[in-house]
């Protein structure tokens, strides 16, 4: 019964898996498919079976033989986010709803901006309530983790400290690099002290690596400050440093690595390394349509591979997938590009999330693309949404109707995560009972 179940779970995802991409033959190259051929999707698909998925077993007493239980995946252990960074600012009320409604119904996780020299423009006077001064991309705090909190959204607290001058510490900030240090350490205090335990996730240091384009930063800055983290955070919370894109050559991965690792052997605790990948040229887009060896498998395996020796789970914490241009053929290019990535990502055992960066079109930085969203300017959604949506609340969600045995005890195998099981007693009175599907062996016995 159960390889049978599983063989089946196998054949629904090859059939699901060639369904996404029929409507992308006609823009992607033979190049393209040769690299991304059968042999590498198999793997994804075994790699998906093994690491994203647990054996449930579930026992029940008196259960008639062949009452039926009906099994549902609730939600999902792996985090699929999107930044929230245009939250109530997306137009008029309406838009705004569908742009919310995007949290919960398709994303469990959102990263909310909280990048320093816009959060405090002015010295001791913060945006964190509502009503604060106005900062595009860059909404008051206090609402939009309220917003998460009330739909049960995971959140990543994106940066307590980033050193790149347009982002980075406030324009108030003293010229001097000892007598920053203490206004540092108020920054992350305050932060901890005023959301405590309610951000699930902190990135403490955004991209540390390319010190040559950084402004004057404290000595040592990204160690002090996961110091500080470390002394103020609640232990629940976790500590992340994100940096890198997967374009990068090995040499820049190696030095980010051993950032990490030196950090580790000193005492940090970072509990989660964040990965980026931003197709930033519409023209890149093209290229990899058209088969050039830009962001392969064998690439991002091997970046994922060399990240992982610093024996953390791995955030691939900003995902820009850039539309050529705005035409339908764009749009499925996008779609399908997004595809074979979110599956790679998803199948990598040290993988736990994956957050698209811009979710509407044109809501990007200054410098960005305009057609990076998974919705257009007025918020319909593209082909990369309806993807998403087919792969995160489909593919990749476990629904199904089981008989009870003979023995009582019922066996699947399923997505991690929470689900929601259905049955009638003996009475004929609808039972239901929640577990979480996190590992070999977890479910539940009724008595």
Excluded at 376 to 401: R, S
Aim: hydrophobic share 35%.
């Amino acid at each position: 019964m159960k390889t049978k179940f599983t063989l089946l779970m196998l054949l629904c995802l090859i059939c699901s898996s060639r369904v996404l991409s029929q409507n992308s033959k006609n823009v992607m190259s033979e190049s393209y498919y040769n690299i991304w051929n059968e042999q590498v999707q198999n793997k994804i698909n075994a790699e998906i079976e093994k690491n994203r998925k647990s054996d449930a077993v579930l026992k029940f007493e008196n259960l008639p033989v062949g009452s039926q239980i009906k099994v549902e995946q609730i939600s999902h252990d792996f985090l699929f986010g999107g930044n929230i960074f245009l939250f109530g600012d997306c137009g008029s009320s309406e838009k705004n709803k569908k742009y919310e409604d995007t949290f919960g119904n398709l994303f469990n996780a959102a990263t909310v901006p909280f990048y320093w020299k816009t959060l405090e423009p002015v010295r001791g006077k913060p945006r964190y309530e509502a009503g604060s001064s106005y900062e595009y991309r860059r909404p008051p705090t206090d609402p939009v983790v309220e917003f998460c909190e009330s739909k049960g959204i995971n959140m990543n607290g994106h940066a307590i400290i980033y050193g790149q001058p347009q982002w980075g510490p406030p324009i108030w900030m003293p010229d001097n690099r000892k007598e920053m240090e203490p206004y540092f350490e108020d920054h992350i205090r305050d932060l901890a002290e005023r959301y405590k335990g309610r951000v699930q996730r902190w990135d403490v240091v955004n991209e540390p690596t390319d010190q040559a384009n950084r402004g004057l930063m404290p000595d040592d800055y990204t160690y002090k400050s996961f110091l500080w983290a470390m002394k103020y955070f609640p232990d629940s919370v976790f500590l992340n440093i994100n940096d890198s894109d997967m374009h990068w050559g090995m040499t820049l991965y190696r030095r980010y690595l051993e950032i990490v690792r030196n950090l580790i052997d000193r005492g940090i605790r970072i509990d989660q390394v964040g990965l980026q990948m931003h197709i930033f040229n519409p023209e890149e887009s093209k290229k990899i349509a058209n088969g050039a060896d830009i962001l392969t498998p064998g690439k991002i395996y091997e970046r994922l591979d060399l990240m992982s020796d610093a024996g953390k789970p791995l955030h691939v914490s900003e995902v820009t997938v850039s539309a050529p241009d705005d035409s339908e053929a764009g749009k499925q290019i996008q779609a399908e590009i997004t595809k074979n990535l979110y599956r790679l990502w998803f199948s990598y055992p040290n993988v736990m999330g994956i957050t698209w960066w811009n979710v509407v079109d044109g809501g990007a930085a200054p410098g960005e693309p305009s057609f990076s969203g998974i919705y257009d300017k007025e918020l319909k959604p593209k082909p990369v949404y309806h993807l998403l949506e087919e792969l995160i609340n489909k593919e990749w969600k476990t629904k199904t109707t089981l008989k009870a045995s003979k023995d009582g005890v019922i066996r699947f195998r399923g997505f991690k995560g929470r689900y929601l099981v259905s049955w009638k007693d003996k009475s004929g009175k609808m039972i239901q009972r929640e577990f979480d599907l996190l590992k070999d062996g977890d479910g539940f016995e009724v008595y």
